[in-house]
Structure formats: C-alpha cells, structure tokens
C-alpha cells in the first residue's frame, strides 16, 4: 500500500528505452487499443492509448494499487462522474488567448466542474481508496464556474433569460414586438387572402424582415417594401407597409438582444480563460480518474490478478500460474510458466503450431502489462522488476536495407547484447533459424551461454536437439516443451518444465500424405541417437498423457462421490428435520391433552371442594378423592412420558453450528418465536441449558432451530452465524378476565406466564373482577406454587378486590 505522502501524481513520459521495441512485437498496442475504448472521455483514450510500462518500482505500485482501488470501486457497484467525453482543452486555450467560446463549450466545461465536485464528494469517506481518494481531492474546485455557467447556458447551449438582467428585459421587449408584429402581418394577410393576391398562406422571413408571399402581378395591390423575389419571378416578397415600424423595432430588439448574448459569452469565456490551468488539471486528474476505471473494468473482463511484483533485492524468479494470453479470442488453456532464480534461462522446444511462441510472448506480454500498472491474466502471478524487456520475434528482414532473416535477427540480439543487464527480460524466438542448422545451434549454445552468464533472464524458442540437449546438460538452463497429443497430434498448447519436445515433423508429414517411402527413406537419415531419443520422448509422452487422463477420471470421480455425498447429507438432514418436527407435533399434541386434562382435574377439585364445604357425609366425598387420586397419577404418568427418551428423535449429526455456541449466545428454539439465552453450551449428551425468561431449562440440541443476534465473537470468526429477521411483539403487563369461565381464564393465565417470562418481564397485573370472589380464588390458588411466580398479592381494593399483582420470578 502506498502511503498517503507518497501519492503523487506521476508525470507521463516516454517509454523507457528498455521496453520501446518490445511494445509492437508483444503487441501492447493492441491491449492499449483495448483499454482505450473502455474509457469514457477523449483524455481518458489519450492516456490509455499513450500508456507506458515502467522500470520505477515506486511508479508500478501506484499505479497497480489505482488499478486494483479502481477494481474495488467497481465491486461496490459505485461509480464516478468523468464530465463531457469531448476534448475541451482546445477550447480552453482559445478562451485563455481572448476568444468566445460557444454556448455548448461552455456548457461542457461547467459540466466538467460539476463532475469533479461529485468524484470530490463521492469518495471523501472511502478510506478504502486512498489513491482515487488523493487524486479526487487534488481536483480544483471551481464553484463560481460552475454556477455562472449553470446559471447562463442551458444544456443545449442557449444563453437562458436569466444571464443578466438586461437580457431578461430584451427578450420580454422582443416578444412583445414580435407579438405586436405577428397580430398586423395575420390581419394582412387575411386582408390579401380576401383580394386573392397572396400566393401562399404563410407569414415568412427574409433579411430578418417579416414578409408575405405575393403573386407578381398584384405586388401594386400590396404597398410595402420588397425584400425578395422567388427564383421563377413569380412570388415575391413583401413587408406591408403597416409592419414596417414594428418589424424595425422588433429587430433593434432582437439586434440588442444579440449584443447582450455575445457579452454573456464572452464574460463566461473570459472566465473560463481566467481558470484555464485549473481546467486543464480537473480534465487531466478526470481523464486519470476515466483510465484508471477502464484499467479496472478491462481486468475484470479478463478475470486478471494483481501480479506480486518482487522487491529489487528479493531474489530473482518468475512464475506464472494458470496464466492466459489476453489477445487469443474464446477459451484459452492456461499455462503455467516458471524461471527459478538459478535456473535463469527457460528454453522451450516443440513442433510447429504447438504454442512454443504463445508460451514466450505470455511471459514477455503480461511482464510489460505488469509493469504498465496492468493486472494480468492468471491465477498466480509472481514478477521481479525489470529494468527493459527486449524481444527478438518474427521475421524482420529487409530488402530495402538487405538484411536476411538470419542478418535482421542478429542484428537484433547484437543491440539486446549492448543494453541487457542481469536485471533484463530477454525473449528469443526460433533462436539459431534461418541458417545452416549446425552453424546456428553452435551460435544459439553460446549465445544462451553468453546472456546466462550476464544474469539476465531469457527466455527462448529453438527447434534445435543440440541446444535442448546443452539446457539438459548445463547448469542454469532448464528445457520446457510444447507437445501434441502423440494421439491425435492435436496441440495441447500445455507447457511441461523439465523434459525438451518432440518436433513431429515425419509423423505430420506422414499425416498429411507424402509417400511412405519418402518418410521411410527420411527416417533411415536419423542418427539412431535420435532415434532413440524421439522414441523414449514419445514414450514418456504417452505416459503422462495416460497419468492425466487417470488423473482426470480420478478428480472427476472424486467430485461425483462428493457430490452425491452431499446430496445424501442432505436428504438425510431433511429427512430428521421432518422426524423432529413430527414429533414435535405429536409432542405437541399430547402436551395440550395433558392441559387439558389438568384444565379437567383442577375443575373437579374445586367442584369437590364446593361439595365438602356443603356435605357432612363423607363417604362419597372419599370415593371422589380416589377418583381424583387415579387422574392424578395418570396425568403425571402422560407427563412422564412425553419427556422420555423414546420421544426423542434418533440422534443424527447435526449441523455443527451449535457446537460452537457459548455462554451468552442467543438461540432460537423450535416452536418458540423469541431467542433465549445459553447458560451451558451443548455437552457431551447432546443437551444445552438455556434461560427461559427467569427460569433455566434444559433441553436437547435437535430443539434448536437457528442462533439468534447475539453471538460469541468466536462464532462470528467460524463463520456459522446467520441471522434472520424477527416480527417485533409488544407484550401488555395487564391482561382483563371479566366474563371468563374458570377454565377459560386459567388458560389464558397459562400462556400469559410463560410469554412474560420469555419478554424478561418482572410483573403482570390480572383484571378479573369481584363478582362473586370465585373467579379470583381460582386464579390465585392456581398461581400460588406456579414454577414461574414468585409473589401473588392483592391489587386495587385489598383482598377482596378485582385485582390481582403477580410478581415474576
């Protein structure tokens, strides 16, 4: 990261002249061209299309970390405002130098005022983009421009009534002569319809005249002055004499009106002129701020990553994984490409139209963006700063200098020769072609030799069995190939460190049709080293494309079995989630029985207790109480059971979210619409113990439904937080039984007591009248010895009143 001191604005230069010829042979200029149309203004474009890689760590950072800030910005789905796409820097030195800009002009330079006020605005809080951030903030601010121009030109250039106080009265005046005028050239004009001497219907204009059409032969009929004639003679055009003084002071007004107009624009231009380094800076920071977007945009488009780019004293090494060449259309197969710091020359055999030059022009091309402030086309992407990339690739031979294919490329490594330090990218294509193949491998071994002994990285191409077999020999030289598959002898296009290619050149040959005998008669000129050679290389070959495709099938097996063990997890936690919930609901169920049974027994024992009160006999009475006894022990039986083990589902792994809940957690549980509070986290009998208002309970964890807000800092770091929007419930501390029946109430009661404890509520106030005082027994011989009541007293009007408090545990 760059610090905020150290956000300065680098000054565009030329290209250092390490990396000036490499840019067309890599063609740069077509990723050049590519980023300039995903800009959007003509500085941005310029910018792009004159972008320049740079041997200055310093300067690669900042400009990697704008492209990456700029990628970021575009991940947050904002945006930024880059004014008019038109160059105005032109118009800005015509005003700077007395001119009169238009009205459109300057209507764009007040809309570039406007733009950088709001990339100013916009990224004033976004700590995380302190380069666009400093940049933004280095934009002038040029409010009185702004408004003096939003004030006095309309979007579409017209200088508005309310440019100054003097225009505003002109044009009224002008619209009232004009108004004035049109009513005498219609009253005319209907006049001469009447006399038939009008050749069109129509009131027209000429030399800033209002006139009317009328036939030659009666032009003595219609006094006035003449302003024109049709190009036949037949029609000509006439002022009536009647709008003569209006149509002159109609156009005095429209001639002052003009003069105050061009005032107008002038005063503004003179303005403009006054700011115009200020403007010519908001349009280079806007076209900086445009080109900067477009870096980002195009890496997206590429799926590119910023490239690691080594400390200078780091150790030297290169490694491109999964990298892709950015100017092959469709899909491309990635390559990775490495050069270790003691093995500085890769050299890279293969057929033809294997991809022995894609490979080379990879590295070289994705080094150079790199170093431009590009991200690249990779996955990994690590780089050490190079002082100039220099490329010799392709035919450059010339007839008008009468230079060979082999003179030009000599001519070329000779210049790299004179410039390359141990700090340079050297890439060389077809190294040792283009001459006699003996005389050429012998000058590409010490040529490699030479540049491995200067230190500078090299990476080329040959298809010389000598120079591969001197990279397989010599320390700090490593082969690479590019094969086809020995099958199909389809590219693989797929580099392999380690093991020098195949060139094919027979078997294509044969592929394509020459006669057997030719191919026969080819192969008895092989040396058997060769041959032999070839024929390990074909085996080691088919080997590995045996391992990959076993591989293949192995990670595609591999993915299947996850897959489908995924999908059997799956089912299997729908599966117990239908089991818990079901017994659940039969839980449920017989829970609410055994209310209601319990609704039933505490009838009965106040009914009995009305009847002991009455009756002095008491052996029916005693016969109830064994009745009543016998419903006792069956409902605590009922009780007994539904909390038993055999209601309990299977037990089945779970979703380990719960596993790493912890004191102070919220939860949910299932069937209850609040969160509760964890007092011990689950132990090793699958249990939890939660707060439940001001009572503890324990429950097991298949009861948990979700975690809740509130959760451990831990659990947060794990990753198995989730959270899920609650309805707010308000719950009253008052509750009104006039009107219940006993049973009725003491229900009601019930679920009130155990949504208070749930709301953390500490008191409830029951309303349930006077009466004839056996409501008000009821319920509070029902909340005396109730689990979660801790007093009961009486309300407004002392005992026997219809009130009753009830303090909460």
Not at 391 to 420: C, K, P, W
Not at 586 to 601: D, P, S, T
Not at 738 to 758: F, K, P, T, W
Request: no cysteine; glycine share 8%; proline share 6%.
């Amino acid at each position: 990261m760059i610090s905020a001191d150290e956000q300065a604005i680098p000054i565009e230069s030329d290209a250092p002249s390490g990396f000036q010829r490499a840019l067309g042979l890599l063609e740069f200029d077509e990723i050049r061209r590519q980023l300039a149309s995903a800009t959007r203004t003509a500085v941005g474009a310029e910018a792009a299309s004159e972008l320049i890689p740079s041997a200055d760590p310093r300067d690669v950072a900042v400009r990697q970390q704008e492209t990456a800030e700029a990628r970021l910005l575009l991940d947050t789905s904002a945006a930024l405002e880059f004014g008019p796409a038109d160059d105005l820097r032109p118009a800005v030195h015509r005003a700077m130098l007395g001119g009169v800009l238009a009205g459109e002009e300057l209507h764009r330079i007040g809309a570039l005022a406007a733009a950088a006020r709001w990339n100013r605005d916009a990224l004033t809080h976004r700590e995380d983009l302190p380069l666009l951030g400093t940049v933004t903030q280095n934009l002038p601010d040029l409010p009185d421009l702004e408004s003096a121009v939003h004030r006095a030109i309309s979007p579409g250039g017209e200088v508005l009534d309310d440019a100054s106080p003097e225009l505003s009265r002109l044009r009224r005046e002008s619209r009232s002569s004009y108004s004035a005028l049109s009513d005498v050239m219609q009253r005319s004009l209907r006049r001469y319809q009447r006399s038939g001497i009008v050749q069109e219907d129509i009131i027209t204009e000429r030399n800033g005249r209002m006139v009317l059409l009328i036939k030659t032969d009666f032009k003595g009929k219609a006094p006035g002055i003449v302003h024109d004639v049709s190009d036949s003679g037949a029609t000509v055009f006439i002022e009536p004499m009647p709008a003569i003084d209006l149509g002159n002071r109609w156009r005095e007004t429209r001639l002052a009106e003009q003069r105050e107009e061009e005032r107008v624009l002038r005063q503004l231009s003179s303005l403009v002129g006054r700011y115009a380094e200020d403007i010519n800076l908001m349009a280079h920071l806007l076209g900086r701020l445009d080109l900067a977007v477009a870096k980002g945009r195009y890496a997206a488009g590429m799926r590119a990553m910023t490239p690691n780019l080594l400390d200078p004293d780091a150790p030297r090494k290169l490694h491109l994984g999964g990298a892709r060449h950015p100017l092959i259309p469709g899909d491309v197969v990635p390559t990775t490409i490495t050069i270790d710091e003691g093995n500085p020359v890769l050299l890279i055999t293969g057929p033809n139209a294997g991809g022995k030059t894609v490979a080379l022009k990879t590295v070289g091309l994705l080094a150079t963006m790199a170093h431009a402030g590009l991200q690249v086309p990779a996955n990994e992407a690590d780089l050490p700063m190079f002082d100039g990339i220099y490329a010799d690739i392709g035919d450059q031979q010339s007839i008008y200098e009468s230079l060979s294919t082999f003179s030009s490329h000599i001519r070329n490594i000779q210049g790299i020769m004179d410039v390359a330090t141990d700090r340079s990218l050297i890439l060389i294509d077809e190294l040792g072609s283009a001459t006699d193949p003996e005389e050429g491998s012998a000058l590409a071994i010490a040529l490699l030799s030479h540049l491995r002994d200067r230190g500078a990285m090299v990476v080329s191409t040959t298809h010389h069995r000598n120079v591969a077999r001197l990279a397989q020999e010599e320390p700090g030289m490593v082969n690479a190939s590019v094969d086809l598959n020995p099958r199909t002898l389809e590219p693989t296009y797929r580099l392999t460190h380690g093991v020098p290619g195949r060139s094919y050149a027979l078997t294509i040959a044969s592929r394509l049709g020459l006669p057997e005998a030719v191919i026969a008669g080819a192969q008895t000129h092989l040396e058997p080293s060769h041959v032999e050679t070839d024929r390990l290389l074909q085996e080691l070959q088919e080997e590995r494309l045996t391992v990959s495709e076993l591989r293949q099938q192995a990670e595609q097996a591999l993915a299947d079995a996850r897959r489908q063990e995924q999908e059997i997890a799956d089912r299997l936690e729908d599966v117990e989630d239908t089991k818990a919930e079901l017994v659940e609901e039969a839980r449920r169920e017989l829970a609410e029985e055994i209310a209601e049974v319990a609704g039933r027994i505490r009838q009965a024992e106040r009914s009995l207790r009305r009847q002991q009160e009455r009756q002095t006999d008491g052996r029916g009475t005693q016969d109830s109480d064994v009745d009543l006894q016998a419903e006792r022990e069956r409902l605590v039986e009922a009780r007994r059971e539904v909390v038993s083990p055999e209601w309990a589902p299977i037990p089945v792994e779970r979703p380990p979210w719960y596993h790493d809940l912890h004191v102070g957690d919220q939860v949910y549980i299932r069937g209850v619409s609040r969160p509760v509070e964890v007092v011990t986290p689950p132990d090793d009998h699958q249990e939890i113990e939660v707060v439940i208002g001001s009572m503890r309970a324990r429950l097991p964890v298949y009861q948990l439904d979700r975690p809740g807000d509130r959760v451990h800092p831990a659990a947060e770091q794990a990753g198995v937080v989730y959270r899920r929007p609650e309805a707010k419930r308000t719950l009253s501390p008052e509750v009104n039984l006039h009107g219940y029946r006993v049973d009725e109430a003491l229900n009601v009661i019930d679920s009130l007591l155990d949504d208070a404890a749930l709301e953390g509520m500490t008191s409830l106030k029951i309303v349930h009248g006077k009466g004839t005082g056996a409501l008000r027994r009821a319920i509070r011989e029902y909340l005396t010895g109730h689990p979660l009541v801790a007093t009961t007293e009486p309300g407004e009007g002392g005992t026997a009143g219809g009130v009753t408090v009830v303090q909460l545990r």
